[in-house]
């Protein structure tokens, strides 16, 4: 069974400051995404990882993927109260998720 | 817009009641995925289409679920004598415009958050 785990599930960050969410599956997946999720909202794609070493940038975050170490890292720089969300990584056609990690930007 | 809309978007049912769930893709899409999330869980895969054709219901959750797209375009999701246990938002997603790029990258609606008393 394929199963995506993310750590940490819950993050409490100062604004200013840099961290790394991870992402980790038990199977091979040539892709992997990266969603962001706002309270009450649905899923906004962010980032799609198709080969091994892909690295994507947009503004504040950066997404990274080792096919063979079956994992991705979602980087997070100079964090703003703007990023608070929850944050999902999913690997797979029938994306199968990771349980998310609840992100707080506090000033 | 020219997203992925759902509808109702908050269903409230009494416990055995039948409910319908509507996706609207966006236009073009070749496959439309449905998913259920609970609440402060990850998304849960339920069913695919490609075109109108359901090529994986492996997700459904009992018998009771019931998932079409008879023109490729528009899915229902039906969930029949409803349960507690189904309260949830059923989040649907589409994909793959023909001749796109090979990313399948998915794109949600808002969801409909269903509540069974």
């Known amino acids: 069974e394929l199963k995506v785990e993310q750590n940490p599930l819950f993050l409490s960050m100062q604004e200013g400051k840099n961290y790394t969410i991870y992402c980790n599956y038990s199977t091979t997946s040539d892709r992997l995404y990266w969603y962001r999720q706002d309270p009450g909202k649905s899923l906004e794609s962010l980032f799609v990882l198709l080969s091994n070493g892909a690295v994507k940038q947009e503004g504040r975050l950066m997404a990274s993927l080792d096919t063979k170490a079956r994992l991705s890292t979602l980087h997070i720089t100079a964090a703003v109260h703007d990023l608070s969300a929850t944050y999902f990584c999913?690997?797979?056609?029938?994306?199968?998720f990771g349980q998310g990690t609840e992100l707080s930007v506090k000033p | 817009g020219a997203g992925v809309s759902q509808s109702p978007r908050y269903k409230v049912a009494k416990r055995g009641q039948d409910v319908a769930l509507r996706c609207d893709p966006i236009?073009?899409?070749?496959?439309l995925f449905w998913y259920q999330q609970a609440l402060g869980q990850g998304p849960e895969f339920l069913t695919y289409f490609q075109n109108e054709a359901q090529l994986d219901k492996s997700g459904l959750p009992s018998d009771r679920f019931f998932a079409e797209r008879p023109e490729g375009s528009v899915s229902t999701l039906k969930i029949q004598r409803t349960q507690k246990e189904d309260s949830a938002v059923y989040l649907c997603?589409?994909?793959?415009?023909?001749?796109?790029?090979?990313?399948?990258?998915?794109?949600f609606g808002p969801g409909t958050r269903l509540t069974v008393l």
């Open positions: 236009s073009g899409h070749v496959s």
């Open positions: 999913a690997v797979r056609g029938k994306l199968i």
């Open positions: 997603a589409s994909s793959g415009r023909l001749g796109g790029s090979g990313a399948n990258e998915q794109f």
